[in-house]
């Protein structure tokens, strides 16, 4: 069905558009999104009209038909709901006069700020802390009908312990976002330097790093980018998607390094597509971070007049077109697949594998989908040498890692360390423990499909394989910490409910199975749970 629906829209609307993009630009320009709306596009495309409404629905930011002349959203991540976003939330709805709409978003990605809101409709809305008097501010703000300022939060970036473990820290920093700061550290000089040379060299030097892919599933790089650059393509075409769409909460990871090393990752970006022959890219950038998404769509100009994309890159004959294309709040989206369905403007359902996307992908075209992590090391890996980058680390786990701590602890903020450092160094040394002399109950790691570690795997290094043996994962390594107080039933009520609303409902374990999960815990939470319940 999707291959049909992908046939017509390139019938009607060519290989550079899709019913997706055209809903987003409408909702940018109108704010939400109403059946009328809907109805008229389809007849403009010339498209099913209910293909369009399939498309609009299965996206959160989509598929709301919002009446109100403003959207006010509350983050319910973990770690805002540890800051208090629950009553927060009471409290502004009560005070939210009728042209205020209150929802709830999942992550803004200041998770050590929280609790966080963002006000504002269409595709740059403010983004504040309601903590330090802003929530009192912003109630009487919309009793009385006046202004509301204050300051966007910001994550604190803490330096590494060493230089020998910092890699992705050293070119960064809310400056870098400038092509000449950039090019001055010495971004580009890797591409530079490949460009000279052969294709098959990158992929050389990214295989010998031994780095895997910092998205979750710790896939071999370098094995990634053989694949596709040996697999045959019957259009002709390879592509290289940049997954941004960092949903997790308590992960801010991605969010910094799109903003504050954006050129490091395009140049990563860049060597990818160059590696493997591709001429296309796309960077699917989470809706949720509207600083990024208006930032990378200044980097891609800026780089592009420089030469350093578009027709023959540096003057070296090899072209690499990208695009900024936005989510709109589908989780499942960081799922590679459904990332790809969404750029094809279909519903973003999760497909079967194999085919895997290095294979078959993107227009049914190889396809490398790399996080953007991922893609930030490739340039320190082909400048310095693979060998360099796996002498750091532990086991199967090599280089270092970015890590986002946030919740209970004295110091949150994002970190760079050594694979192999232990969850006991991360929370108590770095993050500097537990506030008020309180005790460690716990940490989320790896987002609502990793787990929850009590105190017993303090001592677990911080490897991929090493958190799969205790029970978790590695994910996007975005740490959540539980002091001795907080109900791990409540916390796993949420992860489960998160799971039950976010599925994309192809498969019944996980449709069916985080419903009836809920509703286990709300029978232990209301005391009625029995021992067949654990």
Known sequence: MSANLIA??????????????HLARLREQKGALADEDLLALSRQLNLPPAHVRSVAKFYDELRRDEPAEQTLRVCNGESCALAGAAACRERLERAAPDGVHVADVTCLGYCGSGPNAALGSGSEPRVFSLAGGALERLEQALSDDSEFSAEEPKNVIHPPRSERETVLLSRFGPDFAELAVARKAGVYRALETALSGEPAAVIEAIKTSRIRGRGGAGFPAGLKLQTVADAPSKSGDKYVVVNADEGDAGAFIDKELLEQAPHTVLEGLILAAFAVGANQGFVYLRGEYPRALSLWRRVLDDAEAAGLLGDSVM?????????????HGAYICGEETSLLRSLEGVPAQVSFKPPYPAIEGYRGAPTVVNNVETLAAYPYIVQDGGEKYAELGLGESRGTKLVSISGHVNQPGLFEVELGTTLRTLVFDLAGGIPGGKQFKAMQ?????????????????????????AGGMLGHAGIVVFDEHVDLVEIGRGLMKFCAVESCGKCFPCRIGAVRATEVFDKILAGRGEQADL
């Open 8 to 21: 017509l829209q390139n019938r009607f609307l060519g290989r550079g558009e899709t019913v997706y993009d």
């Open 315 to 327: 003057g070296s004959g090899f072209s690499f077109h990208v695009r900024v294309v936005p989510g």
């Open 445 to 469: 790691i790896g987002g609502p499909l990793g787990g929850i570690l009590g105190a017993e795997h303090l001592d677990v290094p911080l490897t991929f394989e090493d958190l799969t043996a």
